[in-house]
């Protein structure tokens, strides 16, 4: 009987390392990094949810594709460097990202009608705020103060 609550003990053991090895693989936040093919899976999305012709349609796939392959340059570069980056590269890492999607959105305002356009920035607005309460009931801990001044003062 001792024996098996020790092989018990044992494999709950096993079972919580494992976990435990797959969260923190996932790194800060948890999150996985997205793939093309959830930026065409979002694409489509968009496309539905804004009903886009397809001439906007065809355009706003390459902008998002485009968005995508820089921001893999991006994260290569910021692994290539190897280490957590120092708090002023981080900085300077949020800032060309910013400027990134502050590009991809002026493109998106090319393509879009006004009323299209929009009904975009409130559902990145909503996605944003979505985003932010999983970060903060993933790590309630953080306090937040830092993560809730992303963003602020942006349309």
């Known amino acids: 009987m001792k024996n098996l609550f020790n ?13 435990a090895l797959n969260i923190s693989a996932q790194g800060p936040g948890g999150g996985r990094q997205m793939t093309e093919e959830d930026i065409k899976e979002r694409t489509e ?55 990134m999607m502050d590009d991809r959105n002026s493109q998106y305002e090319e393509i879009l009608t006004p009323d299209q356009y929009k009904k975009f920035i409130e559902i990145q607005e909503q996605r944003r705020n979505e985003m932010r309460e999983q970060r903060q009931q993933s790590n309630p801990d953080s306090g937040g103060s830092e993560k809730s001044e992303r963003g602020r003062g942006r349309n």
């Open 45 to 99: 999305n968009t496309a539905k949810t804004l009903g886009l012709d397809k001439d906007q349609h065809k355009k706003i796939k390459a902008v998002d594709m485009d968005f995508y392959n820089k921001m893999q340059i991006e994260r290569q570069k910021m692994r290539s460097a190897g280490g957590p980056p120092a708090e002023g590269d981080r900085e300077a890492m949020r800032e060309k990202m910013r400027k």
């Open 7 to 19: 092989f018990r003990s044992i494999g709950l053991a096993i079972l919580v390392s494992i976990f």
